[in-house]
């Protein structure tokens, strides 16, 4: 073959896809550490001391803030999560019900317990309600009310999470049970809850996280001193000793709850994606 006959390909110039992800991680990182350095730099870290780091107000509020203030974040939260659990499960087995009216009923009550902020739902059970059926008291005083304020609310959120797991489920998981001699009902009870309980633990987790935090429009109820929760706590220390201490100590209690509990939701994941594998 004539050298003529040869063609050379120019190499081919620019950066490959490997380089250009590189270069972008490295943008970004120099970005991210430029904004960290402008922040330490720009800010009064004297005045920030002055206003959230007073070890002597933080060092007063133990032990009330956890034997009263967390422990009652955390009654509010369990007895809320505990009722939206039963409530939701009842919801989603209506919603996948072959009866009509029990699908437009819980369709409805999840649209609106959804749709409606947490707030406007508080309100309306520490006003309307008592409004509405004047001389009635709610079992449990606070404690009752925040339990029903935050189980309607997570329950909307939890059937819908309950549907989905449900139907998750493989359906020949059903037909096994009833070739057995399983009615629908037992079959639902003994098989297929069971399974979507291992399917959904994150995502129920999450919605504990979310109800954790949400404890804190439990004062839209009017509680009294010993039935203050994290969040009114901080906010009563800080209007007395007009310093915001007492609110990160409380934000920081929210957290010691919060982040154990992604850890778990995080562990829970990795074992269920490795099931799958």
Do not use: H
Request: net charge positive; glycine share 8%.
């Amino acid at each position: 073959m004539a050298d003529s006959d040869v063609r050379i390909q120019p190499k081919k110039k620019g950066l490959t896809r490997r380089q250009k992800r590189s270069l972008s991680r490295g943008a970004q990182y120099v970005v991210f550490v430029a904004a960290v350095i402008v922040f330490a730099v720009t800010a009064d870290w004297g005045r920030l001391k002055n206003q959230f780091a007073q070890w002597d107000i933080a060092k007063e509020m133990f032990p009330d803030v956890i034997t009263l203030a967390l422990k009652n974040t955390v009654l509010y939260t369990v007895s809320g999560f505990v009722l939206g659990l039963v409530l939701g499960l009842v919801i989603a087995l209506m919603r996948l019900s072959s009866v009509g009216p029990y699908r437009w009923l819980a369709g409805v009550y999840i649209e609106i317990f959804r749709g409606l902020p947490a707030l406007l739902i508080f309100v309306f059970i520490g006003v309307a309600v008592p409004l509405a059926f004047p001389g009635t008291e709610i079992v449990g005083g606070t404690y009752g009310k925040a339990a029903l304020g935050l189980g309607l609310i997570g329950a909307a959120y939890m059937a819908e999470t309950f549907r989905a797991g449900i139907q998750a489920v493989p359906k020949g998981q059903l037909e096994a049970a009833r070739s057995l001699g399983f009615s629908p009902a037992r079959a639902m009870v003994s098989v297929i809850i069971p399974q979507a309980f291992r399917i959904i633990l994150p995502p129920l987790t999450n919605e504990l996280i979310m109800l954790f935090k949400d404890s804190s429009l439990v004062l839209l109820l009017g509680v009294t001193l010993e039935e203050r929760e994290l969040s009114k706590y901080g906010r009563d220390l800080a209007s007395t000793t007009a310093n915001s201490t007492p609110i990160l100590v409380a934000g920081l209690c929210y957290l010691l709850v919060t982040i154990p509990l992604g850890f778990v939701v995080r562990r829970m994941e990795a074992k269920a994606q490795e099931a799958v594998k």
